[in-house]
DNA sequence: CTGAAAGCGCTTACAG
DNA sequence: CTGAAAGCGCTTACAG
């Protein structure tokens, strides 16, 4: 599918065409939409010469990479890449606000085969750009809900939230303490509802004072925990919204010479290799990272021409119980 | 400088300049050396078309990336190629034999502008066929003596190693135990010597029965842990080759109720951001992971007409120390 | 705003 | 083993 493939089925000349798929501002804008609609449904892919064919990349984009949670992603979509020749480029773009507005044009320049975002917006204008070069995208933890069309990839971030709640709540806790991630993005807010949820369904009334937010980082898991273990009745229980989060809780639990799970039960989630080699051992929902890595990759990579219609879809969560949960001290 | 200029110069016709450049058979050999220097010598970069510009792209290469660590390095490349517009591949070779043979080809394929090999060797042959296509590259913490002409950076490691020791050794120490990394990594070897040279120096024999060697992961830790500690004769320190060594140690220690460093006093090597966050926070010998990177992408991706010479560089390490050392029991 | 013409860098098929 | 010729996909400069 050639440039003047598309010129022919169009009803411009060539360099029309390629005018349109530079970006340039002097085509009219029904000839720009017709073109672009067809370079959409021929999935049309520049080629550098003679038989050059695709250039075997997935852009990888994170916001932060801060935390080991994006090593476990960085992990999942580089082995899926590599299975059929792929390479991955990684970017860090410092902004939950999503890419900038020549990022598509950079991707498109080197040919990158798909993108996956990571925990960042997609606006309209970037998707409709990407669109427009065929370029296939994928969110995974969106922040904010993704423009419609938008296909995303998560896990069931409510359900796990409920189950580390539960489990808490079973081994008699009544104040549990939560420390969410940024309040904007859906797999954060999901996670404290499905803690109000556990809470409410238990008929355990939702102090508001217990419930605090952060970035998902060890520092905003340290600062939560002191703040909550400062109320004049402080929780029995923290259930933090990362590990990197839960490992701040402990290392503020210890400072404050309270040893977990004795004094404090916590509970993070991820389940990043480190949670187990944490002291105590950390009680926490898996999320399968890399396998949502994988499963973007391969939606991103494979062109499965009958199922092109964006799809949204949510792994499963589980709970991982280990040593950092007791019974409260007073039971 | 295109193929028809290095076809001129080389008075062969543009034709045999792309054969040699594809790795076609059909070349007489003298032929296709007198193109290759020439292309080597122009830096010759192939063009997609008109104005296409260098991909703006560099290849990261692993051999594994299970470790925070490998993160460090990847924040480190993904920020200064940034800041030249440049995108990071990264990939992961699960084999510390280096690259395989059509690697080279993958990687000119999409235009790479340079390599950062971390932690494996690289081939004479590897090293021929990146020259042929003036694609610079440069090895971080080369497993093995790399050949000559190769650039590599690393970190003081001898004296890191030094210092850690002589840090236990000060504080009373006699029994100090070491667990390396890989034995045929250099960085790993010379962080044992200065082990070694500081007991020397302090006049404290080397006992082999003290020293192990496993894979700088938390694993290997735990396992050397155990094994020293259940010597009849146990080290009251044990100096480990990585802070995730050093982790699990921690682990060791914890598990057989020693209280770290009341009974047993750990250092670790590479002062992650983690090490900070452990419990007790980490004493361990600070390698600039972010910088080295940040040079290994300025060597690669900086033309430096003048300076075209292949460089060594080890970066400075420094003793941080934290919580996790303290004067033995019986003093 | 559009396209015919010229041009770019590269590759292929083939004659020698 | 080599290169003149033809061709590819794309872009640029410019006339209308």
Redesign the interface.
Known sequence: MTIAHIAERAGVSAPTVSKVINGRPEVAPATRQRVERLLREHGYRRR??QG?GP???V?LVFTE??S?W??EL??GV??SA?EV?A??????LHDRAGPGRDWVE??A??HTDGAILVGSRISADRHDRLAARSIPFVVVDPDGEPPAGVASVGATNWHGGLAATRHLLELGHRRIGMIGGPPGMLCSRARVDGYRAALETAGVPVDPALIGYGDFL?GSG?DGGHELLSLPDPPTAIFAGSDMQA??V??AA?RRGLRVPGDLSVVGFDDL??AR?A?PPLTTVCQPLQEMAALATRMVLDPSPGGREPRRVELATELVVRESTSPPAGR
């Open positions: 550098g010469g050059d250039a075997g990349l852009d990479i801060e080991p994006a090593m960085v992990r580089e082995a590599r020749g390479g991955v480029v990684i970017s860090v950079r991707i320049a080197r060890v340290r490992f701040g402990l290392e210890r290799p480190l080699s002291w």
